[in-house]
């Protein structure tokens, strides 16, 4: 499967990078796809940042909370869904039952999923994997990811970003 990895020295290019995820999602119509986005990587590393910046992207000015506690947030605009999960406080991947994920995850929807380790093997499989990291090279401090598609599908998604981050 194909892999990107781009590293992100700043905020305001963490921000523009998943603005950049976003209208690729978009232009690739992937809320009709239903596509699954899992988030890795160490606490503080950038993936509740970049979650924030994508729902934002959608609907600005939306508040966007952690979900830390309440482990799923949805949401809604058009006829589309984001769910962002963050199950990092999980005790059992059968807690997934309760918040009926079966259901959460139909429709158009696109779910960013935290910490999805702690979810499996209830938790469906991923279309791309955001793998979040530290990053620092000559004194410039930042953060690192790399994308992996995981599905065919979003590998069909991945060549998108590829493109197009290419192009900027």
Request: aromatic share 14%.
């Amino acid at each position: 499967m194909k892999e990107f990895e781009i590293n992100l020295p700043t905020e305001a290019e963490s921000l523009e990078f998943a603005g950049l995820v976003a209208d690729c999602f978009a232009s690739f119509d992937g809320f009709s796809k239903g596509l699954i986005f899992y988030l890795r990587g160490d606490l503080g590393a950038g993936k509740s940042f970049f979650s924030r910046a994508f729902i934002q992207h959608f609907i600005p000015g939306q508040k966007v909370k952690s979900p830390t506690y309440s482990i799923a947030e949805t949401y809604n605009f058009s006829t589309n869904r984001i769910h962002h999960l963050d199950l990092y406080r999980l005790c059992d991947p059968e807690e997934l039952e309760y918040l009926a994920i079966r259901d959460l995850l139909s429709g158009n929807f696109v779910a960013l999923i935290e910490w999805p380790q702690k979810g499996q093997p209830i938790l469906p499989a991923a279309d791309i994997e955001f793998e979040f990291s530290y990053w620092q090279d000559s004194g410039i401090q930042g953060r690192r990811v790399k994308v992996k598609a995981i599905s065919d599908i979003g590998e069909s998604l991945l060549e998108v970003l590829i493109t197009a981050s290419s192009d900027s």
